[in-house]
């Protein structure tokens, strides 16, 4: 099942990574009214299930409560890549400094999680693989021994960032892993993971996919499912009762 940016962000929260101030809504005054509560800039996100959003215009800066209103407007009812935006959600924006990609994914081949870490975030990983290959770290890691430090350092080191990296993005890493496990999860993706202008590692974007198998743990994830946005044969698929 994947996750919503919002919903993921709200996971990681629990877990205690940083996440932006913010808050969703679903018409363009509810947008407004998210804006004013937060005083200052704002971005507006459209919430889809598909990447690409900013090049599709789903992503729009906004200085004030209008701009926020007539950000919602322009993007509510969008369709991105076959999917239409009912959501958005508007949060305060950060000042970049640079950006990170963090991510653990289950390699159901090496029966291990794969962490890999990049020092260009903002970019489509894929991308990043194929152009910039030395700039994308990979370790994989025994589910059964966990998570350690040493991974956080490696990562850092193979990744070509500075050393003042190694601390906060190695706790970034310990609290992505507490989410992975507790959560059953197959993925936990930040893209991007920015260092503000005043030196914070903040999670800008956020993408989590939850083994369907374990949903009956996790009846609060369940709850997050938004039904308008259900492909058809897999809603008919869970009211039979079939496995998706």
Known sequence: MDLYEYQGK?????????IPRGGTAETPEEAAR????????????????????????GVRPAAD????????EA??????????????????????AQELYAALILDRG????????????????EEVARSHPEALSRIWIDPLAGWS??????LCFEAGLTPEFVRPVGDVFTRLWQAFGCYDATLVEINPLVLTEDGRLIVLDAKVTVDNNALFRHHDIVGMTDVRADDPQEKMARERGSPT
């Open 75 to 96: 993007i509510l009812g969008m369709d991105i890549k076959g999917h239409t935006v009912y959501r958005v959600l508007v949060e305060e924006a950060s000042p970049i």
């Open 10 to 18: 709200k996971l990681f929260s629990s877990v205690g990574l940083p």
């Open 110 to 125: 090496e029966k291990k999680v794969l962490a890999m870490l990049s020092g260009m975030g903002g970019m489509d990983i």
């Open 34 to 57: 998210v804006a004013a509560d937060l005083g200052g800039p704002v971005v507006v996100k459209a919430q889809v299930l598909a990447g690409g959003r900013g090049k599709a215009g």
């Open 149 to 154: 430090d040493y991974h956080g350092r490696r």
């Open 65 to 72: 409560p209008a701009g926020a209103r007539s950000a919602a």
